[in-house]
């Protein structure tokens, strides 16, 4: 096996495990965006949104993540202690802890650490959270996965 093969396997694997195959404080979005947009020969024309503030990260999950084994369901439970946000990444290989979760309006992030049989991997969750939804990818070393979530319980 060479080298590029063993690190190709070594990334599969890893992905296989975080999907269950076989870290700042809670934010809500709150806020105003404001665009303005002029065609030739129109008046200006000033669009304001404000998010809901009811959005944020914590609370119970399940993902959906297309890997090359299949399609797998991970669950996420995200809670807020002190200002701090951590949980737990539970797939059929049992949990992972989160250690700490960053937040950043409706954008977060959150690494794992997995242990596979040739070692271990660190892979990153970024991604987006709007009301009950979240998107996003997996990074590990030789590349990304896109993610999707719903909440299914606070």
């Known amino acids: 096996m060479t080298l590029n093969q063993l690190i190709t396997t070594f990334c599969t694997l890893a992905l296989i495990s975080l999907s269950g195959c076989s870290n700042e ?3 809500s979005i709150t806020g105003e965006a404001t665009t303005s947009q002029t065609a030739p020969g129109a008046t200006s024309k000033t669009v304001t949104k404000t998010a809901t503030p009811s959005t ?7 993902l959906t993540i297309d890997t090359p084994r299949g399609v797998q369901n991970p669950k996420v439970q995200i809670s807020e202690a002190n200002g701090t946000l951590s949980g737990t990444y539970e797939s059929f290989r049992g949990p992972i802890d989160i250690a700490s979760v960053t937040v ?7 690494p794992l650490i997995l242990t596979v049989p040739i070692g271990e991997i660190e892979v990153n969750y ?11 990818l997996v990074k590990n070393p030789r ?5 999707s979530g719903v909440r299914t319980g606070s």
């Open 143 to 147: 590349g990304e996965v896109p993610f």
């Open 104 to 110: 950043d309006g409706n954008r977060f992030s959150f």
């Open 56 to 62: 944020t990260i914590a609370g119970e999950w399940t």
């Open 25 to 27: 404080p809670a934010t």
């Open 126 to 136: 970024e991604g987006t959270i709007e009301g009950d939804r979240m998107v996003g």
